[in-house]
Every structure is written in C-alpha cells, then in structure tokens.
C-alpha cells in the first residue's frame, strides 16, 4: 500500500543490529512505514531464514515479514548507506556491538537504542554507553521508547512510541522513519526520561510478576504499579528528566503494557520466581533477554548514590537474592511506620523540572 507516508521515506536506507524479537519486529515496522530495511542477525541462520523465507521462527512464530525486508549476518552489508541505524540488542553487549560495528558507520549517521536496560558494569545508560563508546555527538543518538510489546506490534495491533533526541528535528527525522500504519511515534527531546522510563518499568514489572506467582490479587498489583509509577518518576527527575515523559508513553504507558501482559518477559520472570524458582533456575528457563533482572543491582546503587529510597526495587532486589520470600513484597506490608506518611501521589520536587523549563521556554521567547 502506498501511502503519504511510504513516500515520505522512499529511498531512506536504515539499519537493525539484532534480529531477537524487537529487531525483527521493528524492522517490519520500518518497512511498513516505506524504508528500505537491512536487520543484521548475528547467526548466519536467522538472517538466511528472514531473507529468503520471511519469517523469524525462533522470535516470532507465525509472523510473515515484508517482502522488502533484507537481512545479513554481514555488518558491512547492512550498515552500507545506513543513515539511521536502530540497535536492538541485549543491553549488556551493546558496548561490544558498537566497537564491532563502528568501522563500518557513516560520519553522518544517527544511532538509536530500542535498548531497555543499563550496563551493570559502569551503570550507564544505553545512550551513554553510545556516546561513551564511539563519542557521538549528542545530535546523533537517539532513542524508541512506549508500550511495546512485540509480537503484539508485529501482528499489527496498533500502538505508539516515542522518539527522542536531544535535536528535535532528528527526533522528528527518526519519528518519520518509524511511523507505520498500525505504529504512531511522538517526538520529545528528553533522551533521559525517554530512557529511564523503559528501564525502570521492567523493575516494576518484575514485583507485579512476583506477587502474581505469589496469587495475589489486583489490589497489591494496582498498589505497587501506583507506587512503582512514584518511584520511577522520583528517579528520573533527580537524573534531569522531565517528570512528563514519565507520564506519557514511554513512563505510564510502557509500565501499563508490561506490567499486564502475559507476553512480557520481565513479568514472567516475576512470576517464575514468585512460584519459588531461583534466580537462577529462572534464567535458564527464560529462552529471552529479561533486562529487569540485570538492572536492579546498577538502578539501587545509582538510587543510593542520589540518597533516594526505591522500596519496591528494594524489595525486588531482596527476593531475587533470596533475603526476602516473595509473599512478603508489597509496598505496604513492609511499612514500618512510626508517624503514617502523606501519600505524594507524585514527589516532592517532581515537579520543579517542569517549572524550570516552563520558565526558561518564556525567557526565550521574550530573548
Ligand atoms: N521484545 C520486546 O517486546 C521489546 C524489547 N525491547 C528491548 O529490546 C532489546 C532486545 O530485546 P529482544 O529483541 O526482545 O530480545 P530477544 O531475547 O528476543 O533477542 C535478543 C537478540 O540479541 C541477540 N544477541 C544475543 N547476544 C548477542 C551479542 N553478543 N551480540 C549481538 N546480538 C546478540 C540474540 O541472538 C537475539 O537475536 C532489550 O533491551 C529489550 O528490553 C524493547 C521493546 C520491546
Ligand atoms: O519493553 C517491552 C514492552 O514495551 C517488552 O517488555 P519485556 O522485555 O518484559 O518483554
């Protein structure tokens, strides 16, 4: 079907790094919205079976991909004429796949990560790890953040995203690129609130999974999104975000989406260790990356850095390492307190980033 759209990106060459689920996924999406897409799969097999069959078994079983859609396990192929270059990836070897990939990037290209964890290592983010490993100018990295969940999106159930840079007009470039039909991108230039959010909801994601494989009902699940939504948002405005961002898409609507379905991997996890399997045996078990697991440790020691409580991570991390059973997670069932505190729904001081910017957008208008 050609559409306003298609036409808008005819002729833009893009390249995905990883063909796990979201790679493959958000390469259809490229190609639905008129790229001419290149995925580059790191086993040669994967590759062979999208380029000739159409399909991605392993990942996403049933799916029939675009006609146009092309895949490689060879890098220089698939990054040749690559002005945007998508990275879906595990978050803990995307340090290794930019060194592997930078010999063969344009000066000029962009890098998004559609990445949601951060490096255990070095606590940085994915966008950091990019700027860390190839110094990137800002205006080149991008990220895709919202309620994603694959296979949904590659059957066509419509939903949205948020591309953000810190460059409006690239987010926009890149918005155009990944707007498809049955995919609605927004823009924003809040790279770290863009960021946080995705990362942090797969650590909220993980209590919901626990108390559910404990038999908990709603009201525990609602509590601990409700807080789990405070926690995040406290966290990303003391690293600079935009407590908004944190409402839209990629905060609110990214934790919605993973906290409910069954499909997602971090949920599942939970719920695996909430039914009494070990770290672990959970690991083994899960065929697919559960980033959540990973970023706990590096999200607590940046929280403690920043003196901020996150007692829901808290509680997660406990679990996870065997200090606490999974029947005593819950926001309320480990309060202990001597004088019952306020709700703040959203905060302290949550809030004060956007006045800041509020102001400072007047100031530049009356400049
Ligand atoms: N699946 C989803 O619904 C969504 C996933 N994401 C994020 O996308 C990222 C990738 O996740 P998925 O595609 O879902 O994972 P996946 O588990 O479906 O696939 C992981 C992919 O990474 C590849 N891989 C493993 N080790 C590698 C290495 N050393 N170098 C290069 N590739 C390697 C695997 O072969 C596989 O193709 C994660 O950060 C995830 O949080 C973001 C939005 C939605
Ligand atoms: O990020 C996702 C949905 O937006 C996918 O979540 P999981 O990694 O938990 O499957």
Known sequence: MVTGRNLRNRGRRVAVIGAGSWGTTFAKVLCDAGCDVTVWARRREVAHEIQVAKRNTQYLAGINLPKSLKATDDLSVALRGAGLVFLAVPSQTLRQNLLDIEPYLDRRSVLVSLVKGVEKTTTMRMSQVMADTLDLDPTRIGVISGPNIALEIAKEQPTGGVASCADLTVAQEIATAASAPYFRTYVNTDVVGTELGGVLKNLIALAIGIVDGVGYGEN?????????????????????????????????????????????????????????????????????????????????????????????????????DGRMAPKDLGPHLATEDDVPQPEQAIPDGAHEGTWRRLLNRLKGTQA
Do not use: W
């Open 220 to 320: 525990t699940k609602a509590a601990i999104i409700t807080r789990g939504i405070a926690e995040m948002t406290q966290f990303s405005v003391a690293h600079g975000a935009d407590p908004a961002t944190l409402s839209g898409l990629a905060g609110l609507g990214d934790l919605i989406a993973t906290c409910q379905s069954p499909l997602s991997r971090n949920n599942t996890a939970g719920r695996l260790i909430g039914q009494g399997y070990t770290q672990e045996e959970t690991r083994e078990q899960m065929q697919q990356v559960a980033e959540g697991i990973t970023s706990v440790p590096p999200v607590l020691e940046l929280a403690r850095e920043l003196g901020i409580r996150m007692p829901i991570v808290e509680q997660v991390q406990m679990v996870l």
